[in-house]
């Protein structure tokens, strides 16, 4: 029993057919060992990796609704307005990039820092996410 053609599937395929029987076998081992040592490796360090990709309820949030929007976009551009692939894709993630840095730049903070007093503050996600719904009060 072959345990790399069994999980790597398609893939596995690929290296035998690219490279021949013995060396697409190789790098299929190769390929499983990697995958298992790197799943190992992110279970063993899981409070590093929750921290440096910042994954909280609002941050994931986020990236769910921008997921959605995503599909949404792509959708719309390729069916309704009949664009090919690469130009409804283009747009879709362009549009979903150019949304993300409005989420994490442009939304109102009160601000914390003693130097700045004004109304608007430029600080990325507050604990809320993006869906904090607050606005800055008139003076």
């Not at 499983?32 to 309820?57: F, K, Y």
């Not at 009949?82 to 879709?92: H, R, T, V």
């Amino acid at each position: 029993m072959n345990l790399a053609q069994s999980f790597l599937g398609p893939l596995y395929n690929l290296y035998v057919s690219a490279l021949g029987q013995t060396v697409g076998m190789l790098v299929g081992y190769v390929t499983l060992v990697g995958i298992v040592a790197l799943v190992w490796w992110i279970m063993a360090n899981r409070n590093e990796v929750i921290s440096g990709l910042d994954l909280r309820v609002a941050t994931i949030g986020n990236m769910i609704f921008l997921t959605l929007i995503g599909v949404v976009l792509y959708v719309v551009m390729s069916g309704t307005f009949e664009f090919p692939f690469i130009g409804a894709i283009s747009m879709a993630i362009s549009s979903v990039l150019f949304m993300h840095w409005c989420m994490t730049n442009l939304i109102w903070r009160p601000p914390t820092d003693s130097r700045c007093s004004g109304k608007f503050a430029f600080r990325p996600y507050s604990k809320y996410g993006f869906f904090e719904g607050r606005l800055p009060s008139p003076r």
